[in-house]
C-alpha cells in the first residue's frame, strides 16, 4: 500500500503510517468500534479501472485499537446475532410485500401476463443489493417505467435469441442492438394489438401519438408464438385497451426517417407531374403539331434519367414498404394514413403512369414523323394523356398529405 501526497506516492513507513494494521472490509460494527477505538485511522481504496472509481477496501487502525474493538465484539456478539435475525425476518418481509406489490403492478400493466411469470420478474428485479431496476428510487416507488423496464429485461433474455448471442462470442452491446427491433417489435403490439409493451429507448416526449413500427426484416428476433400469453383480451368501449402504456409516445428513429421519406418523395414526384399539368401540356399544345410532337418525344426520351426513375420508382418501392408494414404490424393510430397515401401513389401515380402515360406516349412513337396520322393523333394525345397526368398529380399530392398526416 501507498500514500499519495502532492502526486508523490510514498510508503507507509516514510508516511508515518507504518505502526498501523489493515482491517479488511466486511464486519461493520468491528469496522466502526476499531475507528472508534483509535486515535488515528485512515481509510484505504483501490482505483477500478473498469468502473472508473475508487472502491473502499478497509481500514488501517492502530493493533490497540482493533484489540479493544475485537474484545467489544466478542462481548456482545450474541446480541448482535439475535438483531441480525430480527432485521433478516423484517427484511424478508418487506421484500415479500414489495415483490407482491410489483408482481401486481406487472399484471396491471399487463393483465395477459400469467401470474407465475409476473412473481417470477418482480423477484428478479426486486432482489435486495442485486442492484436492479426494482431497487432504485423508481422501483421501489413502483413506477410505470421501471415496472416496464423490468418486463423487457424478462422478454430479452427469455423470449428473445439474446442469450444465444452472448453465448456465440457476440458482444453485449451489438447483441442488444441486433435484437433492439424485435424487442420493440413487441413492445410496440401488445397493449394495443395483442402484444407486449416495453419501454423505449429515448424518454418519452411531452405529447404525441404513438406509432413507431420496427423493421420486418429483424422481426424474427422474437419468437410470436412464445409471446401469445401476454395477449390482452380485456377490451374497452371502442375496441381500445384500458390500462395502456406509453400514449405519449412519438414516432422516431428510423420509422420517423422512412415515414419522411415517403413525404418527400411523393411530394417531389407530384411537383413534377404538377409543372405538366400546369404550364408544360399546355406549352406544346400551343405549338403547330409538327413541333409539338417533336418536343413530347424529346421529354420523353430525357424523362427515363437515373435521377428521375430513383425518384418515381423509388418512391413506388418506399410506398409498398410502408403499406406491408402496416398491414402486418396494424399500429394502434396512423394505420388509415399511412395505407391510403401508398394505395394513393401506388395506384394513383405509379399505377397510372404505367397504363395509362406511358402507354400512350408508345403510341405517341408509332407514327412516322411528320406523317398525317401523328398530327391526327396528337390532339387526343394532349387531351387524354394530360387528363390522366392531373389524375397521379392529384393522388401524388393527396398521398403526400397522407403521410403529413400519420407523422402529426
Known amino acids: 500500500m501507498l500514500v499519495v501526497e502532492g502526486r508523490v506516492p510514498y510508503c507507509l513507513d516514510c508516511a508515518d503510517l507504518g505502526h498501523l494494521v489493515f482491517l479488511p472490509r466486511g464486519d461493520t460494527a468491528l469496522t466502526r468500534r476499531a475507528r472508534e477505538e483509535s486515535t488515528l485511522s485512515v481509510v484505504v481504496v483501490r482505483f477500478n479501472r473498469r468502473k472508473g472509481r475508487y472502491e473502499r477496501q478497509g481500514v488501517l487502525v492502530e493493533e490497540a485499537g482493533l484489540a479493544r474493538a475485537e474484545a467489544r465484539c466478542l462481548a ?73 423496464s423490468a418486463v423487457v429485461a424478462s422478454v430479452r433474455h427469455l423470449d428473445t435469441s439474446y442469450d444465444a448471442l452472448l453465448m456465440g462470442g457476440v458482444p453485449r452491446r451489438e447483441a442488444r442492438r441486433r435484437i433492439a427491433v424485435g424487442v420493440e417489435t413487441v413492445r410496440r403490439l401488445l397493449p394495443r394489438r395483442h402484444l407486449l409493451q416495453l419501454p423505449r429507448p429515448v424518454p418519452r416526449a411531452a405529447a404525441g401519438r404513438s ?36 400514449e405519449d409516445d412519438v414516432i422516431e428513429g428510423p420509422y420517423f426517417v422512412l415515414a419522411v421519406l415517403g413525404v418527400l418523395g411523393t411530394g417531389l414526384v407530384a411537383g413534377v407531374f404538377c409543372g405538366f399539368s400546369t404550364f408544360v401540356m399546355r406549352g406544346l399544345a400551343s405549338l403547330p403539331p409538327a413541333q409539338g410532337v417533336a418536343a413530347m418525344k424529346a421529354i420523353n426520351v430525357t424523362a427515363v434519367t437515373p435521377a428521375f426513375m430513383f425518384l418515381f420508382v423509388g418512391s413506388a418501392v418506399l410506398c409498398a414498404v410502408i403499406a406491408v408494414v402496416t398491414l402486418v404490424l396494424w399500429p394502434d393510430e396512423g394505420a388509415v394514413e399511412l395505407l391510403l397515401g401508398s394505395a394513393l401513389y401506388l395506384f394513383g401515380s405509379f399505377g397510372v403512369t404505367m397504363f395509362a402515360n406511358v402507354p400512350r406516349n408508345n403510341a405517341l412513337l408509332k407514327p412516322a414523323p411528320g406523317t398525317a396520322e401523328e398530327t391526327a393523333y396528337w390532339p387526343d394525345y394532349v387531351r387524354e394523356w394530360t387528363a390522366w397526368n392531373h389524375v397521379r398529380t392529384v393522388a401524388s399530392t393527396a398521398a403526400a398529405l397522407a403521410y403529413v398526416l400519420a407523422l402529426t
Open 211 to 246: 406509432r413507431m413500427r420496427p423493421r420486418l426484416s429483424t422481426m424474427v428476433a422474437v419468437r410470436a408464438g412464445d409471446l401469445t400469453w401476454w395477449g390482452r383480451t380485456d377490451r374497452g368501449r371502442g375496441g381500445r385497451v384500458p390500462g395502456r402504456v406509453g
Open 76 to 148: 456482545d456478539a450474541e446480541a448482535r446475532r439475535r438483531r441480525r435475525v430480527r432485521d433478516a425476518r423484517r427484511r424478508a418481509v418487506q421484500d415479500a410485500r414489495f415483490a407482491e406489490a410489483f408482481a401486481t403492478e406487472i399484471l396491471r400493466l399487463f393483465p395477459g401476463c400469467p401470474r407465475d411469470r409476473a412473481d417470477g420478474i418482480a423477484a428478479h428485479a426486486s432482489a435486495r443489493g442485486s442492484g436492479r431496476v426494482g431497487r432504485g428510487a423508481a422501483g421501489r416507488a413502483l413506477s410505470e417505467g421501471a415496472v416496464v
